[in-house]
């Protein structure tokens, strides 16, 4: 599976996003803006991620962390 594949349904599952796969993730949709995602979510988000690919991520760098593009992206640059 894809890595954007692979976010996509981590974000997905933990919002809980109905009617939504992977395939149809709008990787520009604003997670905060558009979904009111709160800090909670982004960092239970960042814990799921975290903990799958082995990575840290800085908490300063979760407000940046606002759209699929934007984490697959992070999570890209992270695990090269």
């Given at each position: ?7 996509a ?63 697959v ?8």
């Amino acid at each position: 599976m894809a890595i954007r594949s692979e976010i996509a349904q981590i974000v997905i599952d933990e919002l809980k996003l109905e009617d939504i796969t992977p395939d149809t993730f709008d990787g520009s949709l604003n997670l905060i803006e558009e979904l009111g995602v709160d800090s909670m979510e982004l960092t239970t988000i960042a814990v799921k991620l975290q903990d799958k690919y082995s990575i840290k991520i800085d908490e300063e760098d979760y407000e940046n962390l606002t759209t699929l593009d934007k984490i697959v992206d992070y999570i890209g640059q992270k695990v090269a």
